[in-house]
């Protein structure tokens, strides 16, 4: 089976944008592939993090993909920092990057511009990144296009420490997956459903309460035409929302048009408000019962023990291959 490796950085809520985006994805894929995912606990303190709500928020992400679907006895969940190989692995591979490919990295030069008091961190965080995948042999790592470009400076360094020191790391392949559903926001629908929103009332929260949600379906912005049609250009509210019914319920564009033919869009939004609480609810119902057992514990645990040999293998030969130590 082909190996694939995913990273989740603990930093905000998760929305029902991400679900449908993302996380539905993952789960789709650990019946096809060996899947490990880790939360990249280590990338998110390149930048400031308050270490109560970080330790908060770890735990919290794991309960929500696991709410999602997300099958333990699937997928190989860890946490990166109870793994340190991979910063171990990092340091090595720090010494086969040069500075100047950290520097164009197109994210580096983005957040970098924002502070003048960036951490290196900020810069080597993509070499940690392809240690990450590197220490594990994966074929393909399934990441934002945002991400492409680490993907491939991870195959980069792994092709260069191959040729110095003898075949060592499996090239990985980023995988895009083709273009998913947007969501965008319920008040202003040409922007993407984002959790950095500055206005909470377009953006649905996994984690909200179920009656804010309904509130916040039933006030989405729409048009004046009273027609239920697909069409994201002159109609990005409903489009928006038949997305989202749709991507839930598993139907077509041409059913759910069918379905709403003639309703007012009171009704329409209602039944959507519907679609997504039942979902909702069913995802927090979990979530809620696993933040309250240690049942998380036990799964990182196990996830941290099978990955820290593999990792620690990985190391070890690299150090041997470079002649460190005696
Ligand atoms: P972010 O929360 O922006 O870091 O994104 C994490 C993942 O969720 C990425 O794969 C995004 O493509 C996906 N995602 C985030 N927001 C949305 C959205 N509104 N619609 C679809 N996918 C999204
Ligand atoms: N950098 C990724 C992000 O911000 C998270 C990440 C860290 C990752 N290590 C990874 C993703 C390894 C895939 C593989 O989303």
Not at 27 to 49: G, L, R, W
Not at 183 to 210: C, F, H, R, W, Y
Request: net charge neutral; with cysteine; glycine share 6%.
């Amino acid at each position: 089976m082909e190996k694939i490796l995913t990273g989740l950085q603990p930093t905000g809520s998760i929305t029902l944008g991400n679900y449908i985006g993302s996380i539905r994805q993952v789960v789709e894929y650990q019946d096809k592939y060996d899947s490990y995912i880790f939360i990249a606990d280590m990338h998110s303190i390149t930048v400031p993090q308050d270490p109560k709500e970080l330790k908060e928020r770890i735990r919290s992400l794991v309960n929500i993909y696991l709410a999602c679907g997300i099958d333990p006895n699937k997928n190989k969940i860890f946490i990166q920092s109870e793994n340190e190989f991979h910063a171990n692995i990092s340091w090595l591979l720090e010494c086969s990057t040069y500075y100047g490919e950290l520097s164009r990295m197109t994210q580096f030069k983005d957040k970098s511009k924002k502070s003048q008091n960036f951490t290196s961190g900020l810069l080597t965080y993509p070499v940690l990144m392809a240690a990450d995948i590197l220490a594990y042999d994966v074929d393909y790592v399934p990441v934002g296009i945002d991400q492409k470009q680490h993907v491939e400076l991870a195959r980069d360094i792994a092709e260069r420490f191959n040729k110095k020191y003898g075949e060592t790391f499996k090239m990985p392949q980023p995988l895009i997956a083709k273009e998913g559903t947007k969501i965008t926001d319920l008040q202003d629908p040409t922007k993407k459903m984002s959790k950095s929103a500055e206005n909470k009332k377009g953006v649905i929260m996994l984690l909200d309460d179920l009656d804010v949600i309904r509130k916040k379906i039933m006030s989405a912005a729409t048009d004046s035409e009273m027609l239920v049609k697909y069409d994201p250009e002159n109609k990005p509210g409903i489009s928006n929302l038949i997305n989202i019914y749709i991507s839930l319920t598993g139907k077509t564009i041409e059913e759910a048009e069918k379905e709403f033919e003639g309703c007012n869009y009171g009704t329409f939004k209602k039944q959507v408000a519907d679609v997504v609480i039942e979902f909702v609810s069913g995802v927090q119902e979990r979530y809620n019962a696993l933040q309250n057992s240690n049942e998380v514990d036990k799964i990182l645990d196990a996830g941290r023990d099978y990955t820290r040999p593999i990792a620690k293998a990985k190391f070890e030969d690299m150090r041997k291959k470079m002649g460190l130590g005696r």
